[in-house]
């Protein structure tokens, strides 16, 4: 079956440009986690949905948000971008069975912000 | 509050030779682990996993076993393969269903012919 797909693969944008990534989960999967991954930091969660609605948030600014569709696709945004946000984005996605969750991970959109 | 700690690296091996990758861990409640591996240019991919003390994850010749009394899941193979050369990342993951893994900061795996 499909795995998790992401879309842009690459981009690049300038700084307080907006920017839109699209993540399509495994079919039957109704969760969709997202995390950053840089050099510095390395992999940092960012938030999960679970059937539309969010249900953890890590630690970054409003600046970051995300939504998930009745199909269970999923979008994150993040505005204003700054120089730092230039990242590996990383979504997952998983049936959320309790105490055997197992993440599948898409190959990331990777983005540079100039 | 929850963290992961793993070796620095990177690590660079010969073939065939004994890897071990060390990971801790400080959790709160009852925590699942994971090892990841990330191919270059690749996602992350499950290596193995572990729900419960002393359970004993394995998978493609990698093990680790969730040691409570220590608070580690340390990664070790017997004989590693130039396949092997990747990232790995320790990760755990409280609440069981949840989708918010914390990852330790990555070794890189270099290993020569």
């Known amino acids: 079956k499909a795995g998790v797909t992401q879309t842009p693969r690459y981009l690049i944008k300038t700084r307080g440009q907006q920017v839109t990534l699209s993540c399509s989960p495994i079919s039957g999967h109704r969760s969709v986690s997202w995390y950053q991954q840089t050099p510095g930091q390395g992999l940092q969660f960012l938030f999960e949905y679970f059937s539309e609605t969010q249900r953890n948030k890590g630690n970054f600014p409003g600046r970051f948000s995300g939504r998930q569709f009745s199909n269970s696709r999923s979008e994150m945004n993040v505005s204003t971008l700054e120089l730092g946000d230039s990242a590996l984005y990383l979504c997952?996605?998983?049936?959320?069975?309790?105490?055997?969750?197992?993440?599948?991970f898409g190959a990331g959109s990777r983005l540079t912000v100039l | 509050g929850n963290s992961v700690t793993q070796m620095e690296g990177p690590v660079t091996l010969s073939e065939e030779a004994f890897l071990t990758i060390n990971c801790t861990y400080t959790?709160?409640?009852?925590?699942?682990l994971f090892w990841y591996v990330q191919y270059p240019g690749e996602g992350l991919q499950l290596l193995l996993k572990a729900t419960k003390a002393d359970d004993k994850g394995s998978n493609k010749g990698f093990e680790a076993t969730y040691r409570k009394e220590t608070t580690s899941f340390h990664l070790e193979k017997g004989s590693v393969q130039v396949s092997d050369s990747a990232v790995y990342f320790c990760a755990l993951t409280i609440g069981g269903s949840q989708g918010n893994l914390i990852f330790g900061k990555g070794t890189k795996l270099s290993v020569k012919p």
């Open positions: 997952a996605s998983s049936l959320a069975e309790a105490y055997s969750n197992v993440l599948t």
């Open positions: 959790a709160t409640g009852y925590p699942s």
